[in-house]
């Protein structure tokens, strides 16, 4: 597995991904059984240490009623 590398913008990807969650009244187990992600994972995305591959962003968007590019932005 590679690890891949944050940017400055990954935490506020983050927060926008926990606040996302929150609203719709998820746990961060909850989204992780949702997404088929560890509880783990979910926790790194919105810390900022992990940035997922598109096939996890879409799948977190979709649970959460949000777009990919609402939650973790389009620009580089």
Known sequence: ??????????????????AARK???????????????AKSTIARIESGVHQPSITVALAI??????TAEQLFGGGR
């Open 23 to 37: 609203r719709a009244g998820l746990s961060q187990q909850a989204l992780a059984d949702r997404t088929g992600l």
């Open 61 to 66: 968007s979709r649970e959460l009623g949000a």
């Open 1 to 18: 597995m590679s690890r891949r590398k944050t940017t400055h913008r990954a935490p506020e990807r983050g927060h926008q991904v926990a």
